[in-house]
């Protein structure tokens, strides 16, 4: 696997969902989840949920990368985190 930016930055962007489904799956697997999803935008805890996922998801990836010495996809995984951060930042205004 080569070195580069964009194989840090999909598994950066896609990991957070898949820690959302697998909270969903082991916690509310008796719920659908289009009514988990529901439910949580209209607790407005949308944004909380995925600031979790990004957290354990990304914070796993960038030292996965960084132990297989991948720079340049940890770097992508950082970037994923920053373009995050600003979602998260300019929804909120």
């Known amino acids: 696997m080569k070195d580069r930016l964009l194989y840090g930055l999909f598994p950066g962007l896609s990991a957070p969902f ?3 489904l697998l909270f969903w799956l082991f916690r509310f697997h008796d719920l659908p ?3 988990f999803i529901h439910q949580a935008i209209a607790l407005k805890v949308q944004f909380k949920l995925i600031s ?3 957290f354990f998801a ?3 990836l960038f030292y996965l990368f960084l132990h297989l010495n991948k720079n340049n996809a940890s770097k992508g995984v950082i970037l994923a985190v920053l373009i995050y951060f600003f979602l998260f930042l ?3 205004l």
């Open 18 to 20: 898949i820690i959302i």
């Open 33 to 35: 989840l289009s009514q």
């Open 52 to 54: 979790v996922g990004v």
């Open 58 to 60: 990304d914070l796993g």
């Open 90 to 92: 300019f929804s909120s």
